[in-house]
């Protein structure tokens, strides 16, 4: 039966009919139809009809000269059974190269090459029983949650991006009144300055006048009592003359200097540096833009190249009272709504803590807890690993109304001690490799490997563009870098910093490492080739860190360890 169905497929490559006979289907044949019956909504080719017509002896049925009267019957497909493609065909394969259902076309487009074609109702079988089926409904219901909650999350960030904008728009207005009130206090004492020099100049040319004035009254006068003396004899007269001289030497002598005075006027010049500071300058102020992406919250504040400086740091008890013994923090990671989620080793719990770092809720699992990383909305994986029962799994776990819910898990065939998710791909890290499967499980390929010694593929984190891997190897002391084919384009080592463990990039992609050994956090270069500043030491309340995570909502590093106590390091 095998051999018969792969000789179907491949003639269903072999040609691609509009309309394919209904009852040739159902046993695997592809066979041109040529009629079609309203009653049944079914092709049938030239073999097949007689047999309908035998059985259904009052179904109308129409030949291909009424073949535009067919139109309607792909709408007809069962919509579950339907290919999104071409949706007059009815899907009847699975392609395990793909992991996609299939019609016939979608086979002879897209899969002829493909080597693991299946007939639906043989890869069917069995599925009430599968235990992924039987937890559909739950992850459905969970999922629709999970949808309806961010679907609610994007109304309050849309009322908040509208209050926003109200707010830098009246920040705005501020600044524009600002800058009227300068420029009116700016204009007031230019106009004052004018004023004075006007009224200076003024006062002046008063004088001036006053003085012609004088002059040209004293002259009139002194030749009027001049003429009237005519009959008086010349004493008085040359009395007149010697006065009248002396009055003209005075008056020659003010309108000479009032000569040297060509004109009163004011001149202005402006400031052109008040036009090119303002027409250079765009706008009011930088917006930043603030988008949810990934794993993270809130997109980085900070520009790519920016160098942190640490501004405070404070500790966070985290134990808990059912706690045995001391906590170990293997991983850290955090919500959109700001809860953070850690796995503690020791105690074997992962544990949901509020926005004060304030255990709230806890999960058990039944191994030791590694890694812990952001799938999306309010669901979390984490890696439970344990050598000695040969247990290698990703449990995914959402959190609801303050509580935490194992919702799924994958099983791997190798060790599962840490894990990043981007896109439709899950990244594992293995101890000695780094592994890459799709969301539900299915292996993709390999990506890297190291094999010179345990530890060399420790933790792993991912550019946001995906682009570019950060693997810490502490076996041999380095942060390794490389391209998404698996390249290696780096390799970072400093003599004073031992056992590279956790590693994080931010959205921006700033990149931080937490050494055990040393007891340090450092930020690193984004092309992983140095470093660029030591943000915490054990001074600081680091002890054998082994996670370290970036929260853009607080501008803050979360680094755990082998304490009781997260440390939180307040950046700038």
């Known amino acids: 039966m095998a051999s018969n169905f792969e000789s179907s497929i491949q003639r269903g490559c072999d040609f691609i009919h509009d309309f394919a006979c209904s009852a040739c289907e159902e046993d695997g044949l592809n066979t041109e139809a040529q009629h079609f019956c309203n009653q049944c909504t079914k092709y049938y080719c030239d073999k097949c009809v007689p047999v309908h017509n035998k059985l259904y002896k009052r179904h109308t049925v129409l030949d291909r000269k009424d073949v535009k009267k067919w139109a309607a019957a792909p709408e007809m497909v069962d919509v579950l059974e339907r290919c999104n493609r071409h949706p007059g065909e009815t899907l009847k394969l699975v392609c395990g190269d793909h992991d996609k259902l299939c019609c016939h076309v979608c086979v002879a487009m897209d899969h002829r090459h493909c080597s693991s074609i299946q007939h639906i109702p043989d890869a069917a079988k069995g599925i009430r029983k599968d235990p992924e089926f039987r937890q559909l409904p739950q992850r459905v219901d969970v999922l629709r949650k999970q949808i309806e909650g961010m679907k609610n999350d994007r109304k309050k960030k849309r009322a908040s991006l509208r209050k926003t904008r109200t707010a830098i728009i009246d920040e705005i207005k501020a600044i524009r009144k600002k800058i009227n009130d300068i420029l009116d206090k700016m204009e007031k004492t230019t106009v004052q300055d004018l004023d004075r020099l006007v009224a200076d100049q003024e006062l002046s040319i008063k004088k001036d006048m006053d003085s012609c004035t004088q002059m040209h009254d004293e002259l009139k006068s002194i030749m009027d009592d001049i003429q009237s003396k005519d009959s008086s004899g010349e004493p008085p007269i040359y009395i007149g003359f010697r006065k009248c001289e002396e009055i003209i030497k005075q008056a020659s002598e003010i309108l000479q200097n009032m000569s040297n005075v060509v004109k009163y006027d004011i001149t202005f010049r402006k400031h052109n540096e008040i036009e090119d500071n303002l027409s250079s300058m765009k706008n009011f102020g930088e917006l930043n833009e603030s988008n949810v992406f990934g794993a993270q919250p809130h997109a980085s504040l900070f520009p790519r190249e920016h160098v942190f400086a640490t501004e405070s740091y404070k500790e966070y008890n985290v134990r808990m009272s059912s706690d045995k013994i001391s906590c170990n923090i293997q991983g850290i990671c955090e919500l959109p709504g700001g809860e953070i989620v850690i796995s503690d080793y020791n105690n074997m719990k992962v544990k949901l803590l509020d926005q004060e770092y304030r255990v709230v809720d806890h999960r058990d699992v039944p191994e030791y807890p590694w890694d812990v990383r952001h799938i999306g909305g309010n669901e979390v994986a984490v890696c439970v690993n344990n050598n000695d029962d040969d247990r290698h799994e990703l449990h995914f776990i959402n959190i609801t109304k ?14 599962c001690f ?19 499967y799709t969301i539900t499980g299915r292996p993709v390929k390999k990506l890297y490997e190291y094999k010179s010694d345990g530890g060399t593929v420790r933790r792993i984190a991912i550019s946001n563009d995906g682009k570019t891997f950060y693997i810490t190897n502490s076996s041999n002391h380095q942060l390794i870098t490389l391209d998404n084919l698996g390249n290696k384009l780096a390799t970072f080592t400093d003599p004073d910093l031992r056992r590279p463990y956790g590693v994080h990039v931010t959205t921006a992609g700033h990149v931080f490492v937490c050494y055990l050994t040393s007891n340090t956090v450092m930020q690193i270069d984004k092309d992983g080739k140095m470093k660029l500043a030591t943000l915490a030491k054990e001074k600081d309340g680091v002890y054998e860190p082994q996670a370290v995570y970036f929260s853009n909502r607080t501008s803050s590093l979360v680094v755990g360890g082998y304490k009781d106590t997260l440390l939180v390091v307040h950046v700038r």
Not at 402 to 415: A, D, I
Request: charged fraction near 5%.
């Open 402 to 415: 303050g509580t935490l819910v194992t919702t799924r898990e994958l099983s791997f065939p190798h060790n």
């Open 418 to 436: 840490g894990a990043v998710h981007l896109g439709t791909n899950l990244y594992i890290s293995s101890y000695t490799a780094l592994y890459v």
